[in-house]
């Protein structure tokens, strides 16, 4: 009988100890993930997190609750944003993610112009006037998201009212975003 899956040398023990130094550090990077999305999260209701990602977009100033949290998830945004920056230094292959997408809707010189056509639209001035906020989005092609934005007012999630929705396709790679 062939015996196709025996080694003909044994795998370095400088290499296993690699592999294994690896799976251990993205196993303490998920926990490490887990914790501070719990410490931000953890306990807020749906309506508490649309209006923390409307104050993290710049759409309104978070309300004295939630101020606390939005430093905290701010801070974990750019820790995230130094280590997907480190990633690409070392290794030279960007981030691939929705979140990246978003953040680099969020830099871009229009988003503060695009706020406030938003706020003026809809008569937004504080968090009463947030209903739902949150994002969209999905891949297109490697490092090409179509992704984006949503919200309702107050009263059209009352109502199950209408949906207003702002797309993008953010190429991440070339560090632009086209409406779409």
């Known amino acids: 009988m062939f015996d196709i899956f025996r080694r003909k040398k044994p795998i370095d023990p400088t290499f296993r100890r690699a592999v294994e130094d ?6 303490e990077g998920a ?16 309506r508490d997190v649309s209006i ?3 104050a993290a977009a710049g759409l309104i100033q978070a309300p004295s609750h ?5 430093d905290l998830y701010l801070k974990h945004k750019e820790h995230m ?6 990633t690409k230094n070392e290794t ?16 871009q010189a229009w ?28 891949r297109a092609a490697p490092y090409v998201w179509d992704c984006g934005y949503l919200f309702q007012t107050s009263e059209a999630v009352e109502k199950d009212g209408p949906v207003s929705v702002w797309s ?4 991440l790679r070339q560090g632009t975003a086209q409406p779409i």
């Open 168 to 171: 993008w396709r953010v190429d």
């Open 66 to 70: 939630l101020a606390g949290r939005l």
């Open 92 to 107: 030279g292959v960007g981030v691939d993610a929705l979140d990246p997408a978003l953040d680099l809707l969020l830099r």
């Open 81 to 86: 944003r130094r280590r997907e920056a480190e």
């Open 31 to 46: 926990e490490e993930a887990t914790k501070s999305v719990a410490a931000i999260f953890g306990g807020l209701s749906e």
């Open 52 to 54: 923390l990602m409307a």
């Open 111 to 138: 988003w503060p112009g695009f706020v406030a056509d938003i706020r003026e639209q809809f008569g937004i001035t504080t968090a009463a006037d947030v209903g739902r906020w949150g994002l969209h989005g999905k």
């Open 22 to 27: 690896h799976r251990r550090e993205l196993a």
